[in-house]
């Protein structure tokens, strides 16, 4: 799997007078290990990305490719097994199961996928050791903080080698040190691990880790920033543009 490109990417929702565009022909390409950022105000068709990207939905219009391959060519089947093994998933609210300790979350979408009990659980170690849990294998959600969850989840996310993370709203459920750990994180993932890594993210100093941003608006592109500092240094900036969308 190698570039990520959408060719008019298009959805709306109802007809007539009540129809809906959420997404307007949206042309874009990220590179193979780079980390992009999506912005925009509430309502721009942020969410709506993301989840055609990751075959959640699909368009009205246009195509996603991915390392060449046309998602709306997939059936139900070959979309399920390119969601389980190439492309990773995190969310706000870490979407833990509260009954497992830390392995066994994070072991999840291999599990599902037929892989050995030992073999699963021997990779979410892995990973979870990596990103500093290894004092934590054992605990449930409950016995974690909000950071040490997200970070449970991103190994969930990992732990099946995808080589894309699409990742909404990954810090919006963080305090502001957790939150920057995280974006921290991710940008590790990306760079040492060589990820693609797609996020949705309301939060300038959490998009300033990003390799690039892209702002959208009324479901359209209408800007990109490349970033030279990628350590949320560049904050400030990208709140003034921000400003000039009207969130």
Known sequence: M??????KLTKTYGA???KITALDHV????????FV?????????KSTLLHLLGGLDKPS???VLIGGHNLTDLNDDKLTELRRRKIGFIFQFFNLIPVLNAVENAALPVTLDGVKPAEAKSKATEW????GLSDRLMNRPDQLSGGQQQRVAIARALVADPELILADEPTGNLDTRSSDEIASLLRDV???YGRTIVMVTHDPRIAA???RIIFLKDGKVVDEALLEKKNGKNADDVMEKMKQLGD
């Open 128 to 131: 979870l050791t990596r990103f």
């Open 190 to 192: 990306s760079k040492q």
């Open 61 to 63: 219009e246009g195509h």
């Open 16 to 18: 007539g007078g009540t």
């Open 2 to 7: 190698s570039n990520i490109q959408t060719e």
């Open 37 to 45: 950022a999506i912005m925009g105000p509430s309502g721009c068709g």
């Open 209 to 211: 880790y990003a390799d």
């Open 27 to 34: 042309n874009m390409t990220i590179k193979e290990g780079e």
